[in-house]
C-alpha cells in the first residue's frame, strides 16, 4: 500500500463512526485481495504473501469486532472463519485457493454493511482527532484535503 492509499485509508478512519469503520475494513480487504490477485498473477509470490496476510488482519479486526449476543453474529464469524481459512491455505500453497468464492462472499457482506452504515447517524469513533476538509482548488481538477485543528485541543483530556 502506498503511502497515498494509507493516508487516505487514516484519514476516512478518523472520521468514520463504527458501521463506516465496518464498511472500511471490507474496503481494505478488498484492496488487499486484489494485490494478493496480481502478485500470484506475476509470480511475486512475497507480494501475494504480503497482501494474504494483511487481508487476514482485516479479517481478524472484522471477526474481533462481533458482538456475539446476536444470532447474526455467529453466522459471520462462521463466514469469517471460513473466509481466514482459504486465506490461510492461499498462504501455505502459495496459489489463489478458492479466491474467487472469498471474493464473492466478502462483496455481498461489503453491500450490507455499506446499507447498514447510510442509516447510521452517530458520530465519529475517534475522537479529538483533526479535522478533514475537502474541496477543489485552483488546479485543474484536483481535489485537497486539509486537516484543520487547534492542536490545543488535541491529544488526551485530564
Known sequence: MTSEEKRQFTA??????KSELVVILFEMFDYCIE?????????????????LKSAKGCVSELRGSLDMGYEISHNLYSIYTYVNRQLTASIIKRKPV?????KENMEK???SFEEVAKQDTSGSVVQNSQKVYAGLTYGKGTLNEVFMDNEAARGFKA
Open 109 to 111: 457482506l461489503r453491500k
Open 12 to 17: 476516512r478512519i478518523s472520521q468514520a463512526n
Open 35 to 51: 494485490q494478493a490477485e496480481d502478485g500470484f498473477k506475476t509470480e511475486d509470490l512475497q507480494k501475494a504473501d504480503s497482501y
Open 98 to 102: 478458492n479466491i474467487d468464492s472469498v
